[in-house]
T-cell receptor, first 113, second 114 residues
Framework: SAVISQKPSRDICQRGTSLTIQCQVDSQVTMMFWYRQQPGQSLTLIAT?????????ESGFVIDKFPISRPNLTFSTLTVSNLSPEDSSIYLCSARVGDDTQYFGPGTRLTVL | QKEVEQNSGPLSVPEGAIASLNCTYSDRGSQSFFWYRQYSGKSPELIMSIYSNGDKEDGRFTAQLNKASQYVSLLIRDSQPSDSATYLC??????????????FGKGTKLSVIP
């Protein structure tokens, strides 16, 4: 298994600013992911954070809005840029252990005013 | 479009009863299947995985898989109020070149009534 931590756990931000979320895994993992979960909805994959290369974004998500870093096998950051109220959501970091088992961090609850 | 479908519920069962949660998926190539539990305000927690046709039991939880019917279910025996949560079915949907995306259903909200 993997233990995943995220910082911050929650934040309230002003429109037009940015928030960077950090994700730390307690072991080296090949695959890390960032998801968004809007209230009452299921999880939507934003991107796969690739170590040593650019992240792979899903349809509807772009690098300018959601820049991602993955400097090593245990750490990643997601920045949500130019915030608007529509970005208010829970952002979840996930890591894949072995071939297929994914675990989730505790999430970051973002509120944009 | 490749999909994972769940009945959104809510599903209400009395304490001590069996709760049955269902999931269908569209990709016949999927080989592994997962159930996550998500309490309100918390992140998803992996509770079961299943890879082969048939049943897999873990305590009060039983996962059932039928690949021919593209159907996976989760049974919770002796349901407890603490089982009240949203249960997410997750299936890897392959996009080629050996890569896949873990795709989630919308979740079934379970309420266990004392």
């Amino acid at each position: 298994s993997a233990v995943i931590s995220q910082k911050p756990s929650r934040d309230i931000c002003q429109r037009g600013t940015s928030l960077t979320i950090q994700c730390q895994v307690d072991s080296q993992v090949t695959m890390m992911f960032w998801y968004r979960q809007q209230p009452g909805q299921s999880l939507t994959l934003i991107a796969t954070a690739n170590q040593g290369s650019e992240a792979t974004y899903e349809s509807g998500f772009v690098i300018d809005k959601f820049p991602i870093s993955r400097p090593n096998l245990t750490f990643s950051t997601l920045t949500v840029s130019n915030l608007s109220p529509e970005d208010s959501s829970i952002y979840l970091c996930s890591a894949r252990v072995g071939d297929d088992t994914q675990y989730f961090g505790p999430g970051t609850r973002l509120t944009v005013l | 479009q490749k999909e994972v479908e769940q009945n959104s519920g809510p599903l209400s069962v009395p304490e001590g009863a069996i709760a049955s949660l269902n999931c269908t998926y569209s990709d016949r190539g999927s080989q592994s299947f997962f159930w996550y539990r998500q309490y309100s305000g918390k992140s998803p927690e992996l509770i079961m995985s299943i890879y082969s046709n048939g049943d897999k039991e873990d305590g009060r939880f039983t996962a059932q898989l039928n690949k021919a019917s593209q159907y996976v279910s989760l049974l919770i025996r002796d349901s407890q109020p603490s089982d009240s949560a949203t249960y997410l079915c997750a299936v890897p949907l392959y996009s080629g070149a050996g890569s896949y995306q873990l795709t989630f259903g919308k979740g079934t909200k379970l309420s266990v009534i004392p």
